[in-house]
C-alpha cells in the first residue's frame, strides 16, 4: 500500500468551509484516525480521499501519484461504511467476491481471495449465508472483508461501528484494530468517538471547525494536547488507555 497525503486541502459547500487546509499524510501501513465533533469536516475529509469529492484548493496524493482529479473507480480505495449495506441478493461469498470481479479477476483468484479473508475475519462459516441474516457485528465484518478484497491502496472507514451495542463495539474494535495492524493495511478511520480512535489508531488528527487542531499518538495526543479543544474533546469521558492511569 502507499502512504496517502492530503496537501493543504480546502474544500467549500457554498458559505461553508468543511474542510480548510488541511495537510496530512497517512504512513504506509498506519492506521490514522480524525476524530472530532459533529460536522468538524471528517467526512469531507474522507469522500476527498475516495474522490467523492473535489478538492476547491490542495492536491490529494497516492504515493508519488497526485489523484486529486481521478476518479472514484480508479482510485482502488476499500470503503467501509456503516450504511454501505451489504447487497441483499448475494450471499456473503459473492458480496466479498464483488468487488474483485468488477476489477476482472479470474474466478480461481477471485474464490480463493474470498476464502482467505472470510478466514481471517473469522466468518467462514457464514459464506452462503444472506446478510440479511447477519447479526450488525457479522455483517461488519462481512464490510470489511469485501473492502479489502480489491486490495485497496488506502481502505477507508466511516464510522464502521455506528449501530453496534456497546458491548460487540468493544471486542470489535480490538479485533479490527489487531487485524489492520497484523494486515499492515494503510487507513483513515473516521469517528466522533474519541476512546474508539485512540484505541485503534496508530495516529489521531483532532479536528475542528474544518481544520486539524493537532496530530498525534494517542499517548501525544492524551499527554501533550495542543490546545485547550484537543484538551477538553480528549478528557470528554474517562478513556481506557493502557496507558493511562486514573
Ligand atoms: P458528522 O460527525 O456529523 O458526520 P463530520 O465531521 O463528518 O460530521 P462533514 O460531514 O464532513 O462533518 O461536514 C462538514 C461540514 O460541511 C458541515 O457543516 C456540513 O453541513 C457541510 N457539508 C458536508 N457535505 C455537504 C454537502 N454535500 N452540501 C452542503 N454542505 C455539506
Redesign the pocket.
Known sequence: MADITLDAVTKR??D?T??DAVTLTIDDGEVLGVV??????????LRTVAGFETPDEGRVLFGEEDVTHVPPERRHAGLVFQSYALFDNMTVRENVEFGPKMQGVPADERRERATGLLDLLGIADLADRDPQTLSGGQQQRVGVARALAIRPRVLLLD?PMTGLDARLKRRLRDELGELLDDLGVTALY?T?DQEEAMVMCDRVAV?NG?SVEQVGTPREIYESPATEFVADFVSLEPVDLPFVTR
Open positions: 459547500f457554498g461553508t468543511a474542510v472530532g465533533p459533529s460536522g468538524c469536516g471528517k467526512t469531507t475529509t464510522e473516521v466522533h479536528m474544518g
